[in-house]
T-cell receptor
Framework: GAVVSQHPSWVICKSGTSVKIECRSLDFQATTMFWYRQFPKQSLMLMATSNEGSKATYEQGVEKDKFLINHASLTLSTLTVTSAHPEDSSFYIC????????????FGPGTRLTVL | LAKTTQPISMDSYEGQEVNITCSHNNIATNDYITWYQQFPSQGPRFIIQGYKTKVTNEVASLFIPADRKSSTLSLPRVSLSDTAVYYCLVGPEYNNNDMRFGAGTRLTVKP
């Protein structure tokens, strides 16, 4: 089946620094990718929709200037957490539906972010 | 998207059949029912999708009554490795739009 990868799988950073997380569709093209955040023992919460070649759309309550999304190609979307703080520590997951709409969405393995 | 309601948690023993029911009273005519499985510190994994009656694959079965206001995921003869959170989602087929996850059901399989 289709594969979505994320890099890094985990990252630890100091408060105030920025962290970039990559989401790649390895064997298919995705004009749209989705970013989720998941806190311990909680469900996935949609943060934003990443659109190739255009601006991302953010869910209510998600700061677009803090969570920068760039969908530069049909196989890569990046999420940059700017000026990270301990409350941004979470599990970040991306998903991508293969272009053409004939298959279910595929989720990446997630990235564990810990902000000290 | 239609809201879904599932039990928060379930316990089972190895070798048993597990049935997890999801309520979706406001399901739309063109909505499908999709189930995902998530292990700790991993992304969700597609299990099964259906529209009505019964769907079966190598992993699970999905039972959907005629009114489609609920659905039941059936896992035959579970093993310890089936311990995970199971999410029921309702939306267009293949759900290529944003997916809204409910709380899910935390299944614990005991030896």
């Amino acid at each position: 089946g289709a594969v979505v990868s994320q890099h890094p799988s985990w990252v630890i950073c100091k408060s105030g620094t920025s962290v970039k997380i990559e989401c790649r569709s390895l064997d298919f093209q995705a004009t749209t990718m989705f970013w989720y955040r998941q806190f311990p023992k909680q469900s996935l919460m949609l943060m934003a929709t990443s659109n190739e070649g255009s601006k991302a759309t953010y869910e209510q309550g998600v700061e677009k200037d803090k969570f920068l999304i760039n969908h530069a190609s049909l196989t890569l979307s990046t999420l940059t957490v700017t000026s990270a703080h301990p409350e941004d520590s979470s599990f970040y997951i991306c998903s991508a539906p293969p272009a053409g709409g004939t298959d279910t969405q595929y989720f990446g393995p997630g990235t564990r972010l810990t902000v000290l | 998207l239609a809201k879904t309601t599932q039990p928060i948690s379930m316990d089972s023993y190895e070798g048993q059949e597990v049935n997890i029911t999801c309520s979706h009273n406001n399901i739309a005519t063109n909505d499908y029912i999709t189930w995902y499985q998530q292990f700790p510190s991993q992304g969700p994994r597609f299990i099964i999708q259906g529209y009505k009656t019964k769907v079966t694959n190598e992993v699970a079965s999905l039972f959907i009554p005629a009114d489609r206001k609920s659905s039941t995921l059936s896992l035959p003869r579970v093993s310890l490795s089936d311990t995970a959170v199971y999410y029921c989602l309702v939306g267009p087929e293949y759900n290529n739009n944003d997916m809204r996850f409910g709380a899910g059901t935390r299944l614990t399989v005991k030896p």
